[in-house]
């Protein structure tokens, strides 16, 4: 079992910035693809971006050129910085990480982008 651990959430004006962390309980960083979620109140979950093995980056639409991730596996961590914030941000970010096709996803931390 793994255990996903978010932090670095917030309320945050527009325009604004924040930086997302995400720890596993265990280290298979280096055999797992990693990412994050987001979902929005009364909306479907939605892939905000992914590291996937190979190294291989996607990001979603709506976050390309503001958001950038990144991790270190010694650290078992993954980060996701979060530029240029927009009110339609706001959302409860989810962890996530599969690991030889089992998936592992965090409770969330909380991102809210108002003035």
């Known amino acids: 079992q793994v255990q996903l651990v978010e932090s670095g959430g917030g309320l945050v004006q527009p325009g604004g910035s924040l930086r997302l962390s995400c720890v596993a309980s265990?280290?298979?960083?280096?055999?797992?693809?990693t990412g994050w979620y987001r979902q929005a109140p009364g909306q479907e979950r939605e892939l905000v971006s992914i590291?996937?093995?190979?190294?291989?980056?996607t990001y979603g639409d709506s976050v390309k050129g503001r958001f950038t991730i990144s991790r270190d596996n010694a650290k078992n961590t993954v980060y996701l910085q979060m530029n240029s914030l927009k009110p339609e941000d706001t959302a409860v970010y989810y962890c996530?990480?599969?690991?030889?096709?089992?998936?592992?996803w965090g409770k969330g931390t909380l991102v809210t982008v108002s003035s």
């Open positions: 590291i996937r093995t190979s190294g291989t980056i």
């Open positions: 996530y990480l599969v690991h030889f096709g089992i998936q592992y």
């Open positions: 265990r280290n298979i960083f280096s055999g797992s693809h």
